[in-house]
């Protein structure tokens, strides 16, 4: 087994020794195979001068085809053509100098050559297959078998990959899923055979198949729908393939995003880039869950400057090691004099402000901090856009502003109102309202994932609660792709599909970590300000863009010097609550 290790030298050494001894045979044999086993005397004489030819040109070509420098675990398909190749510009050669030199080389047969060459190619292609034959046996025998979901470029990369051991699996059958995919059907890709998708259950039966790895690309429907089968068949390790640049794929396991995940089909990215070109664009939350992602996106999208505020050391830290360009400033939206600095210093174009206080329980604990960073901090934004000219503001609001039922939401609904109300002189004030984005901080998801790690219970505060879920990228470039699109004073909504009930999500996470029978659920009650569903709009008055993912609310009108005077005194309250009711009479306070 050392030969399976040797180094660089100790490995060319072999192959040259192993190759000239497999030249020897072959062309003995092929002499032999030529006259019947009965080699004439004199062609036997002149064997020796056609072998050292022979062998000189075949160790010659092979080297010039770098074949000496294949790792012998890895030898494939196009490493064997290589080979064949080079065996055969060797014979083309050995001809050449048989027909210019006849009488050197007589007396030759043509035919034993011939014979040779495919010998050869037999010989030296086998040797050089043998280490990965063996490989791959012992690892068919030894690895977890799984089955392939998907008939494409990826599943024979795949299957390369589990050959080369660099994924611990063993595939055992191909499974062609789609409509498109079934003319493959009976056929083989690297020796592994193509089943049609009834076979799912038999395969996994027969063989204890537990694992399943998709590479077909699926709709979300679709995606649910065989989750579902492989999960009666038993297969609850299941992994998607993933594309890594042009060429590469990576294994991840399959995650509650892959199942909830909302894709708009309207993405306009041509657009978005056109709004972002040569702007400088300052962020607040910068170091958010929403925050982060879109300066991402507006790096991305090659915004001339960023400048990020955030009031956490920490998150604007970790923002900041990304975009290591980016103009980072400690600060706090409701410290205006501090934040007023940076209009000054820099020529804003775009102001995006996702700076908020969100968490439900804790804006009800803790109202007037709730009320002062929400409101005081979002109306220092606005009045300072507005003060120093920037083109657009965007405003990022939540689904929770419909009809609130908690401070959180009344907080971002006064906002909503402020943005669509304030004389706005030559800015454009916008808000953009979307629902929960798959693994923010704060999200359900990531403390179901805790819970279910740390064995459980996974507590759920309603069987009938509802939300609606995007990805945050997505929900970040259809804010960025609404704010393109703006004139000023709307309230634009992102449609986000339909609304999940998260008792089902709670079932799907413990599903997906294989826990069924180990994970129970329980119901801990709504919590203070909480509603069991959410809403995206006042009513059904919504009008329609030119893209089918964003609508525009009806405007709301409130006399912004009113506002002014209500949002005065909200501040400085000893009753916030009340005056918030006043402002949003539609506030259903629940404790």
Known sequence: MTLFHTGKTKRLLFFVISDIILIYLSLHFAYSLRFDFMIPPDHQANFLHVLLLLLTLKLFFIAIFRIYYISWRFFALSDMKRLFLALLTATSAFFLIYLLFPSWLQPVPRSAIIIDFILSLVLLG??????????????????????????????????????????????LGIIAYTHEEQESVNS??????????????????????????????????ELKQLVARLNAAGIGDIKMSRILGSRHEKLEDLSIEDLLARHPKDLDTTAIAAFLADKTVLITGAGGSIGSEIALQCHAFRAKKLILVDHSEYNLYSIGEQLPHAVLSLESVVDKEGLEKLFKRYAIDTVIHAAAYKHVPICEANPHIAITNNILGSKNVIDLGIAYGVAKVIIISTDKAVRPTNVMGATKRVTELYAQNVHSKQSEIVSVRFGNVLGSSGSVIPKFKSQIEQGGPVTVTHPEMTRYFM????????VLQAAAIAKGNELFILDMGEPVKILNLARQMIQ??????????EFCGLRPGEKLYEELLLDENDKKTIYESIFIAPPSTYAIDRLNT?????????DPVAILKRIVPEFTHRV
């Open 126 to 171: 086998s040797l050089r297959l043998s280490k990965r034959i063996v490989l791959e046996q012992i690892r068919s025998e030894s690895s977890n078998p799984v089955l392939i979901i998907g008939v494409n470029n990826k599943t024979a990369s795949v299957i390369r990959s589990t050959s080369n051991k660099e994924i611990d699996y063993a595939p």
């Open 188 to 221: 083989f890709i690297n020796n592994i055979r193509v089943y049609d998708s009834s076979a799912i259950e038999r395969l996994a039966s027969s063989y204890g198949i537990h694992a399943a790895i998709v590479t077909s690309e699926l709709s979300q429907k």
């Open 471 to 478: 990805l945050i990228p997505e929900a970040c470039q259809l």
């Open 512 to 521: 997906l970590y294989g826990k069924e029978e180990e994970i129970a659920i």
């Open 566 to 574: 209500d949002i005065a005194a909200l501040l400085h309250s000893d």
